[in-house]
Every structure is written in structure tokens, then in C-alpha cells.
């Protein structure tokens, strides 16, 4: 394998507009405390802080009524050194957004496509409910960038790193088995092998934390997959998702479209294409599961929809650039 160019670097002027332009959008959209669902979270990050264990209600059991327990931890340790944790919860989501636009102009700058990352972060942000989901207090932002920047640390070449924030993503929610497996079938797409010693950290980071929910649970899955599972309006996410992004923005549906299978030809980008990858691994694993369709499982499919509109209007934007006659 060669070794990876020296990475473009970002120029710190639109480092600063992108830290703008998002503290305006989260102004902007959001004028709300934590989505309700946070506050299951913040319960458990509590108690855990407190020493009652994986608990929600202290005193009667430990339960895995959490989903996301690498967040749960991270406020939890928030907690124990005495910060307030919807606050923290909150900050953490308006930098994860911040996280996440700059992975993408970063992955757009590195091919000299810059055009196409602010197309895809403009379009993410002028989607309402997204930035409402991401900057909401819950894991989403923070899992959405954590995957975003699997994808961009593989496109530079660092291999180990991509593998190990994947691990993250897996500890982070159980529908991360996306990332490492995006990674894997890239692997194998493009370089025609499996990375064997990369799998090992996701495998572990899983195995880890199954253990250990076995253990204190008595169950792997989360009780609130369960119950979600139960509800008789689960929807196909599939269908749902296709549906509301092609019924809010039909161009940019079109551009979205357009990108995914050019994200199979040469050249090829690997962010752009793990990116895709992810995404119809994600949508397989939740269709199969037949879990009830709620915003924050849409927003890293609206992110990924996002760069592969970006990619496609990068395509589009370059092709009518060769054909403009030069002075």
C-alpha cells in the first residue's frame, strides 16, 4: 500500500465560518431544552455517576434500558466531576455538528472538491429537523461524527485509527456494526482482501460490551430496541426515509441519486464511497430489525444522503467547469 499524500489542511477562515455558520443554524432551529428521549439517558448517566449502576430507577436492579453506552459513560463522567449533564450533553452535540461539517469539507478538500463539501454541509444544515435531532442533547451528533470521521481517517490511509474510532461507533449504538462493516466491504470492492487485524478492535469493542451485558442484564439488547420492536406502527425505514427526503428536497434527492453510482466509478473517493456503503448497510440492518422509525435513526442517513448529494453536484460542478471555454 503507499503511503498516504500529506493532507490538504482546511484554511483557517472557513474553519471559522463553518464554527458560524453552525452556532447560527443550532440559534436558528433549535429553541428547546433536550428532546424527551435525552432524558432517559441523562437518568442512567446519573445513577451510574452516583453508584447505582446501570439503573433507572436506584434500588431496583441494574437494566439496559440505555442504548447508547459510550454516551451514557461520557456524562456520566461529566456528572462525577460535577458539570450539569443536559448542559454538557448539549454542548457536546452543538461541537459533534461542528465536528461533522468540518470532516466534510476536510473530505471534500482533500480531492480539491471543496465545492461539493459546502453544497453537502449546506444542504445538512438547512434541513430542520436534522439540526433540531443533532443539537437535541442525545448521542446522534456525537455518533454521526464519530462515523463520518471512520470514513475520512480510511480515505487518508490510516487504517488503524479508522478501525479503532468504528470500535467508538459500535460502543456508541449497536446499528455502528455499520461502520466497521462499510469499511470491510470496501476492503474488499477495492482492494480485493480482508483487513483482518482492523476487524479485531470492533469484534472486541462488541464481544466487551456484550460481556458485560450479559452479565449485569442478563440480555444483550437494549430494552428500548425491544420495546420499540413491539410498537405496531414500526414503518420499514427503507421506505420512510426515501419518502420524506424525496418529498422535502427533490434536487436534492436528484443530486443524491446521481452520487451514489458515481461513487462507484473511478475515480474513486474511499469517504465517499464507504459513506455509501454504510448507508445501505444501515438501512438493511434497521428495515431487518423492524424497529419503529424515529428522527435520530433518519440523521445518519440524512448525513450520508448529504455527500453523496455533494459528490454528485462536485461531479456536475466539474464537468461544466471543463467545458467552459478559458479566457
Known sequence: MSSPAAPRRLPLPVLVGVAVVVVSACLLYYDQGPVDDAWITYRYARNLAEGAGFAFNPGHGQEQGSSTPLFTLLLASAHALGLDIPRIALVLSALSLCGIAVIILAAFHRRGALVGGVFAVALLLAQRDFVHVVVGGMETAFYVVLVLGAFELWARERRGLAFGVAALCVLTRLD???????????????????????????????ALWLGVAWLLFGDPLPASWLAKRSHTGARLITWH??????????SHAALAALGAPLALTRPRDPFVLT???????????FSLAGVEVYAWYLAPLQAAGAVLAGHGFARVWASLARGRPRP
Open 176 to 206: 455502528g456494526l455499520a461502520v466497521p462493516a462499510a469499511l470491510v466491504a470496501y476492503a474488499l470492492v477495492a482492494e480485493r482482501r480482508v483487513p483482518w487485524r482492523g476487524v479485531a478492535l470492533p469484534a472486541a469493542a462488541l
Open 241 to 250: 426515509f426515501a419518502h420524506q427526503w424525496i418529498a422535502s428536497s427533490p
Open 275 to 285: 459513506t455509501l456503503l454504510f448507508a445501505c448497510a444501515y438501512l438493511v440492518a
